[in-house]
């Protein structure tokens, strides 16, 4: 990407007691984008969100934020907020004047300080909450008053770290939608921390996926979840079934033939590969085909065996164990056609996917 | 059946033991203290009827009213002077690593472990005609001759402040412990320079603390006579020095009651404060804590 | 964040190691002169004139003052030990039962907590000539007992709060009484907070002045009487050889209770 982008960090290296966390790390993140930092705990993604914020200073490279350099700033001066993960709401002060604070500091004059908390309450629907104290507030109000306490300063950026991890899950799933709501009525980038890869791909425009301190992937979530770039990626991202393959001949139109353990197939993949190439061949549990053996008319798939089928509401997940040891998982949707649809346990299947639907990815990567 | 009998027996003495003690040797007493005071004096019977107020008219006496005055004086500048000392000390405290932190707050209590009297002593020493610091002043030349430290109100200032220093910064850390860190980054991220999340947050988070250390320090600055006698010389400065001369010497113990019960209506008065200050920072259920 | 080659960052830490540093002086000046002066042959201790021990011969052979040191033991042992029993019962009263004035109950310890000893003390000497208990060794003890409960009861009542109430539950119903599991699973689980009591406990009784000036009699002296009768009029050397004593005696005991701590934790 060039160097116009909104925010960039250019070759940030951040050591803690020697450790680096991140080293030489790039990222660059566009104007009014919701952006995710997908990771495991520990990739060094909430260092990320700190650096932004000023809370560190990076040991090497350089932090560029709408075209000023920002790394030497303090973070009192930055042109961003965070909402924080525990919400760090000030415990002695009202919801009015946690979000006046910012404000306060600024030096807005005492009538806009009014009409602007207003404001941000209204987008974060608490109006009638301006004199409580934070210790009055449930746990979705204190992080609706957080939010507000940020937004209120009109950052250029919005930093959230983990900011929905201490909700319960109903609650999650409706301030995520509170949030992209918010995110599009004020049009501020939005950077927001977590290691839930369902909330990243539910609400972002673009996720970085990272592990150990390098980014792994940077893409929409579609791509992220489709094309992921490497074993780790595509692991942390959702369940996925693994087959490892090599590659016997190419065929025209990106088009391979693979042996995939003791059986051959047409893969189709997006680079070019030579005979000889080992290949990984993934395959979301989604994207498997079960038949009752019996009914299948060629065994050009695999065989094995139900070893576990659990109702799940919406899917029936299975495990299956092909006779060749490995084992993969299905998750079929129902067919309200077929309300009985299951399987007993040692049934003979037969897996098949749809051709085009794998994704391949090459063995030698970094995984 | 026979182990419901038990526990409830368990349960009933130690619920027993609990209330009996306490009621004893702390209710009763305070309560005795404060009847007392309304008594007459008796030299072979300690306090006798008829109700009196005169031992508070007593207290309110020029003379005596005088040295109440002084006390609160004497324990105000000590006070002031151990929060000055140990808030930016609890604060540098708090900042650091908790092995460090630990090792100097234990370094902080190694003194008590010597009897406070022999430690004011040691002051004594320190602070003679012929004391090290005498020494020291004379012979960097700052003063010609050795300069009357002992004696003063400065010694005793000195001394009480050493005495006291300790319960300043024990219940300050404990403010500074319970002060998230994210809230200073919060402020930060704010805006507030450092003068401001100092104003803004850390100061009023920190109060509760501050009151108590104050609290802890006041009361019994005023009752140390012991350092007002080793260090202070004839005069009587403290209302301890007062309250110990009615008690034991003079016998006279509803006047000395009177002056502990102006010492127990301060406390209280201090104690709503710091109850005051905690309900202001009140936090996620972690500072109401105080119940025990 | 200022960085640690950041010139101001360098000043701030050397003011900061500087203002710790002249606290711990003033903490520890006055001590240091004690012991340094309980081995200097000098009497007033104006100039070092050699090594010698003489001053704790002369504390050895200060039949007065080893009795008085010897009852101050004792009454510190005993008050701490049965203050460590009884405020461990407290704690689990508060914590465990539920019973009538128990919001009484944690105020009174609090008064207790913050009472200056002055009051404290009058408060005692009151209750013992009402009581008619004689002003000697059990008026003592009962004092020092009481005023170290409250710090007891706060330690442990600390440590019990941490307590998963699942493992109470857990031994009453695998049929455990009372009395047992406060033996055998509360007791075991509370002991380094219970420790820590006793050695709070402990260092209060023997630092105490003010409270034993009041309820101790003619019959049983304790140390800070007959210290203050020494160290009133002058100077006495004893006093520093005894003060060097009772900071080594400290010391083995806080090192003693550190490593039972620590081995309880290892377990």
Redesign the interface.
Known sequence: MSSSSFLALKQITKRFDSHAVLYEFDLNIEDGEFFTILGPSGCGKTTVLRLIAGFEAPDEGKIVLDGTDISRLEAEKRPTNTVFQSYALFPHMTVFDNVAFGLKMAGVAKADIRSRVREALAVVQLTDFEQRKPHQLSGGQKQRVAIARAIVNQPKVLLLDESLSALDYKLRKQMQIELKRIQRQLGITFIYVTHDQEEALSMSDRVLVMNNGQPQQVGTPREIYESPRNLFVARFIGEINVFDATIIEARDDFQYLAQIHDKQWVIHANQRLEPGDKVHVLLRPEDLRIEYLEDANEADGMIGEVVESNYTGKTLDSVIRLDNGVTVQASEFFNEDDPDFAYKINQRVWVNWVHGWEHVIKADELS | MKAFIANLNFRRLVITLTISWLSIFVLLPHLMVVGTSFLTADADNFAIWPITLDNYLKVLDDTYAGVFWDSLVLSGITTVIALGIGYPFAFLLSRMTPALRAILLFMMVIPFWTNSLIRIYAIKMLLGKKGLFNLVLVSTGIVDKPVQLLYTDFAVIFGLVYILLPFMVLPLMASFDKLDQSLLEAGKDLGANAFHRFRHIILPLTMPGVIAGCLIVFLPAMGMFYVADLLGGARSLLLGNVIKNQFLVARDWPFGSAFSVFLIVLMGLLLWLYYKANQYVQKQGGMDDQNL | ?T?ISDPRAITGRLF?WL??GL??V??????A??VT?SFNKSK???NWAGFSLKWYQELFDNNAMMQAFGH?LLVAALAATAATL?GT??A???HR?R?P?K?A????????M??????L???????F??LGIQLGFWSLL?AHI?FC?PFV??TV?AQMKSLDPNILEAAQDL?A???RI?RVIILPLMAPAVLAGWLLSF?LS?????IS??VTGPGFEI??IR??SM??VG?SPE?NA??TL??V???T??AVTTWLIKRQKNQ
Do not use: C, Q, W
């Open positions: 964040m960085r900061k203002f710790i606290v711990f003033y903490l520890y000046l006055p001590m002169v004690l002066n007033y201790g104006h101050s009884i019962l407290m689990l009263a508060i039962y019973f004035l919001s109950t944690s105020s009174l310890l609090f008064v207790l913050m009472s200056p000893d002055i009051v003390a009058i408060t005692f000497l009151i209750i000539i009402a009962i009481t409960l009861v706060i009542y049929g009484s009372e009395a406060f260092t023997l630092d105490d002045v003010i000036s009041f140390l800070p210290v203050f160290v009133k100077v006093v005894l003060a009772l900071l005696l400290s010391l005991l806080v």
